[in-house]
T-cell receptor, first 113, second 115 residues
Framework: KAGVTQTPRYLIKTRGQQVTLSCSPI?????VSWYQQTPGQGLQFLFE???????NKGNFPGRFSGRQFSNSRSEMNVSTLELGDSALYLC????????????FGEGSRLTVL | GENVEQHPSTLSVQEGDSAVIKCTYS??????FPWYKQELGKRPQLIID?????GEKKDQRIAVTLNKTAKHFSLHITETQPEDSAVYFC??????????????FGKGTKLSVKP
């Protein structure tokens, strides 16, 4: 089975721009979560999607948004980028209910200049 | 909201020694406690997890203990090897609303195992 795939792997943006990151979960996984990883704050939960619906949201400003498509693929968008948005954005998918384990992708490393 | 604190932030041990990492959580509704290992430049991967109806779980050289009353859980690695060197994250989840993907992570422990 293919793992969680994230694109792009690396990107550089400037302040004020917006960015869209993509995540393809493991086949059969319907839950997709997004995390921001930074050296100072560790892994912070952004949001979770299940069956095209946002099931949970972390404590991030409204500039961070996401969506999920009918094939379970997910995208997250960050608008009006700030320097502090520079981070590794990790996507994770979960197998059907009850398992609990998250399978992470390699991440998208965003640098904001 | 839920908060997970993890200690120590760095840990250096000699090969063959044991390593212990401790975490505390704040939400008494938390019922799932996984541990993830992240090697340099790689994705986090689950190494062991425990649910609130169990006090201890072992898998070869790693074990996790949970004290629900005190709201803390620990990771124990015995007979450490250089390949155990990585950053370890604890996490907690209450699974509210059927959520599987909402984990609250500790800030990580960088473990270095010296040959």
């Amino acid at each position: 089975k293919a793992g969680v795939t994230q694109t792009p792997r690396y990107l550089i943006k400037t302040r004020g721009q917006q960015v869209t990151l993509s995540c393809s979960p493991i086949s059969g996984h319907r839950s997709v979560s997004w995390y921001q990883q930074t050296p100072g704050q560790g892994l912070q939960f952004l949001f979770e999607y299940f069956s095209e619906t946002q099931r949970n949201k972390g404590n991030f400003p409204g500039r961070f948004s996401g969506r999920q498509f009918s094939n379970s693929r997910s995208e997250m968008n960050v608008s009006t980028l700030e320097l502090g948005d520079s981070a590794l954005y990790l996507c994770a998918s979960s197998p059907p209910a009850g398992a609990g384990e998250l399978f992470f992708g390699e991440g998208s490393r965003l640098t904001v200049l | 909201g839920e908060n997970v604190e993890q200690h120590p932030s760095t840990l250096s041990v000699q090969e063959g020694d044991s390593a212990v990492i401790k975490c505390t959580y704040s939400d008494s509704a938390s019922n799932y406690f996984p541990w993830y290992k992240q090697e340099l430049g790689k994705r986090p991967q689950l190494i062991i997890d425990i649910r609130s109806n169990v006090g201890e779980k072992k898998d070869q050289r790693i074990a996790v203990t949970l004290n629900k009353t005190a709201k803390h859980f620990s990771l124990h690695i015995t007979e450490t090897q250089p390949e155990d060197s990585a950053v370890y994250f604890c996490a907690a989840s209450s699974g509210r609303g059927g959520s599987q993907g909402n984990l609250i992570f500790g800030k990580g422990t960088k473990l270095s195992v010296k040959p």
